[in-house]
């Protein structure tokens, strides 16, 4: 799967070189692939199927820098996503239906806008992008019929290219799965659902940073991580998890991530993710780790001593190995 970021400088014929020769016209899918929940994997798999029949490309489009779809936040009206954007691309990479995908430029004030003012001002949001894409042979261009700004990115596109347009409706109750009611379950720590809502794992991904070395003194080193500010944390509490390492393409080592302020030694101003990873004794600072979530263990809660923290933590990690081990990821 090629990554194309488009800027102000490519032209249309860029685009034709991201692809075998042998290969003519495209079939797109305009989507902001903001985890594959609701249509977005269907989505991919039309496109694909598409794509084989004409003897094309499958392409994902996808408007950046900022989600196009917004969730409330508590503290205000921030955006909110479930996926970075190198996610995003590790996501569709495993999915392998895509042969392209294409990072078109939004700007801010249009990103950081309503899905309604979005979806009115489509038509002009990445301009150049159409322009390239009328000089391409596009069989055809995708999008949700729930997502005003797919849905619209993709009719003025076609109009443009002169392809055929088809927007996916939910066919059932997970594709119809609202932004902010998976945000809610996130919140509630329900990661068995939330599992089966994006139909993946849900991930953190972030930079392993300092810490007090609270956890080496225990006899659990865990590694802190620094999260993306705009994704949304579960419900604080102990998780059984997998953790990919910088240039492994999925969580693979087991491990059991802690969410929450620490209580028992007073608690912390911000909540922190901190990860213990079972027979691993090497350097994790200033890594980038990703870590999926693969069920809660329990609530965070106060311990009335360290020795009945560490019995715990003693557990925590018992059940977490014969959890991981069961699944099979």
């Known amino acids: 799967m090629r990554v194309l970021y488009l800027t102000g400088d490519l032209t249309g014929e860029a685009l034709r070189l991201a692809g075998p020769d042998e290969q003519g016209g495209y079939v797109g899918a305009v989507s902001d692939f903001d985890g594959l929940y609701g249509v977005r994997r269907r989505l991919a798999e039309r496109a694909r199927e598409i794509a084989d029949a004409q003897r094309a490309q499958a392409v994902a489009v996808i408007p950046w820098p900022q989600t196009t779809r917004s969730v409330s936040a508590a503290a205000g009206d921030a955006p909110l996503r479930f996926t970075t954007l190198a996610e995003r691309l590790a996501l569709l990479e495993r999915l392998a239906l895509f042969d392209v995908v294409v990072v078109a430029p939004v700007s801010s004030g249009i990103a950081g806008a309503s899905r309604e003012a979005q979806a009115t001002d489509a038509t002009d949001l990445p301009g150049a992008?159409?322009?390239?894409?009328?000089?391409?042979?596009?069989?055809a261009l995708l999008g949700a019929a729930d997502d005003p700004l797919a849905s619209a990115l993709a009719r003025s596109a076609g109009l443009g290219a002169g392809a055929a347009v088809e927007l996916l409706a939910p066919q059932d109750e997970r594709e119809a799965t609202p932004a902010a009611h998976l945000q809610?379950?996130?919140?509630?720590?329900?990661?068995?659902?939330?599992?089966?809502?994006?139909?993946?794992?849900?991930?953190?991904?972030?930079?392993?940073?300092?810490?007090?070395?609270?956890?080496?003194?225990?006899?659990f080193p865990t590694a802190n991580m620094r999260p993306?500010?705009?994704?949304?944390?579960?419900?604080?509490?102990?998780?059984?998890?997998?953790?990919?390492?910088?240039?492994?393409?999925?969580?693979?080592?087991?491990?059991?991530?802690?969410?929450?302020?620490?209580?028992?030694?007073?608690?912390?101003l911000q909540p922190l993710i901190e990860t213990y990873l079972f027979d691993t004794a090497m350097d994790l600072y200033g890594l980038t780790l990703r870590i999926a979530f693969v069920a809660e263990l329990r609530e965070e809660r106060r311990f009335t001593s360290v020795e009945a923290l560490i019995e715990q933590m003693a557990l925590d990690t018992q059940q977490a190995r014969a959890l991981l081990g069961r699944d099979d990821g």
Not at 129 to 139: F, G, K, M, P, S
Not at 185 to 206: C, K, N
Not at 234 to 259: K, N
Request: glycine share 10%; no cysteine.
């Open 129 to 139: 992008l159409w322009r390239r894409l009328q000089a391409l042979d596009v069989a």
């Open 184 to 219: 809610r379950l996130i919140a509630a720590g329900e990661i068995a659902e939330v599992t089966r809502r994006l139909s993946h794992p849900y991930i953190l991904t972030g930079e392993v940073i300092a810490g007090d070395a609270r956890g080496r003194q225990l006899g």
């Open 228 to 268: 993306d500010p705009q994704k949304p944390l579960p419900a604080h509490g102990i998780y059984a998890v997998r953790v990919a390492l910088p240039g492994e393409p999925q969580p693979i080592h087991p491990a059991v991530t802690s969410v929450g302020v620490r209580p028992t030694f007073g608690e912390a």
